[in-house]
Structures are given as C-alpha cells and as structure tokens.
C-alpha cells in the first residue's frame, strides 16, 4: 500500500492527467474510477488521431474511454479481459482500421477489439503467448513492439499481414536491465525502458535509482 493510500483507497482509485509539457502544469484529471464498482488499476493508454484516449484496467475487465470533449466512459467490457485483482489487461495500442489491439499481462493473450462496435472482441493467433506483455508501440499498421517481462525481460516486434487476425514473431531483443514496460520512438528509433519496477513489489528488494532506455 502507497504512502498516500488507505484501506478506503486501495485499489479503487483510477485515473488519468494530463499535463503541461513545457510548464509542467496539470492541464486536467479524469476519474476513471467512479465508473464502476470494484478494485481498479488504470494501466496503459493509446491515442487516436482525433485525441480520444483509451485506456485499460487490470484489475476489472474494462477499457475506458476519454473522449475530446472531456467525457469519460466504459468503451468496452468482456469477460475475456480477466475476472478479479490479478493482473490482466495492459498494454494497448490504437490501430487506423478503428480496432483497439490489447494484451493480457498474466496469460500473453492478445485482442482485437472493434471501437465501433467494442461488444467484438476477437483473439489474436500469436506464434506463442507473450506472458507479461507490458507496453505496446504501433509503429504502423503491421508491426507491433511489445514490452516483455515477468521473467522473460525481451522486446520483441510483433508482425501481422492479415489486419492483426493473426500475428508472429519477427525480431527480438533481451534486455540489459529487468522489467522492460514501455515503448516509444524518436523518429526512426524505437526505445524501450527497463524499469526495473520489480523492487517495488518486494519489500526485500534494494531499491535502485538507475533505469535504462534501450535501443530496440
């Protein structure tokens, strides 16, 4: 439990904010977390082109919605997102054919979900299961980087040439530092972090103050 949660808190507190880049000023928060009963856990978020945000839940079977005119909602929610406080979904990743693509930390499961209508949510057949698949980064339409950890600590980019039905293994990295958990790219380069987030989990661990952004 946090330093600044209490057993009336815990778990059930979720939300995003979005600030300032050049000022740091918090520009707006959005509570996530009043939209449904239950423990909560807001995780990983995507943007469309037109500003939406999406984001997900690993705590509850859902993925919420921001919209550009502030409103926040329930996009979609499915009993094959996961039941109960485990680990379930994570990293997620807006695609231009108006499909959400979205991981499953604890089973490497990966889902096609249609915004349009978000009751379809289809499976992605994967070369093999992606056990704690973390962040995502679509670098475009048919290539995918997904952070891997949970033991496993790699990179690896996901290929799809069927509109994301099905996707394989193109390339991977192992990671210098554990607990790879994000994504993102500077023009060209993508970079992936090594968060080393595992010590905060065990209260046993020595805690770091180095991480690492390694180049995929």
């Known amino acids: 439990m946090g330093d600044r949660t209490n057993p009336a808190t815990q778990g059930k507190r979720a939300g995003v904010a979005a600030y300032d880049e050049s000022t740091g ?4 928060y959005f509570n996530l977390g009043n939209l449904s009963p239950g423990a909560h856990f807001a995780n990983d978020v995507s943007l469309d082109d037109d500003g939406n945000v999406y984001v997900t839940d690993r705590f509850s079977p ?3 919605r921001i919209g550009t005119d502030g409103k926040t909602s329930i996009l979609a929610r499915n009993a094959l997102f996961g039941q109960g406080n485990s680990f379930n979904l994570n990293g997620i990743a807006w695609h231009k054919d108006g499909v959400l693509i979205v991981g499953k930390y604890n089973s490497g ?5 249609n915004i349009s209508d978000p009751t379809r949510v289809d499976k992605v057949e ?6 704690g698949a973390d962040g995502f980064h679509l670098v475009d339409s048919q290539h995918l980087i997904v952070a891997q950890n949970l033991g496993v600590d790699r990179s690896v980019e996901l290929v799809s040439t069927d509109g994301w039905k099905s996707a394989k293994i193109g390339r ?15 023009e060209h380069d993508v970079y992936v972090l090594d968060s080393r987030v595992e010590t905060l989990f065990d209260p046993k661990a020595e805690k770091v103050s180095d991480v690492l952004l390694q180049k995929f």
Do not use: D, G, N
Not at 25 to 28: F, H, K, S
Not at 109 to 113: A, C, G, I, T
Not at 172 to 186: C, E, G, I, N, Y
């Open 109 to 113: 499961e990966l889902f096609r979900v």
């Open 126 to 131: 994967l070369s093999e299961a992606l056990k």
């Open 25 to 28: 000023t918090r520009r707006a």
């Open 62 to 64: 859902t993925i919420f």
């Open 172 to 186: 991977q990295l192992k990671s210098v530092m554990s607990m790879p958990s994000s994504a993102t790219q500077v």
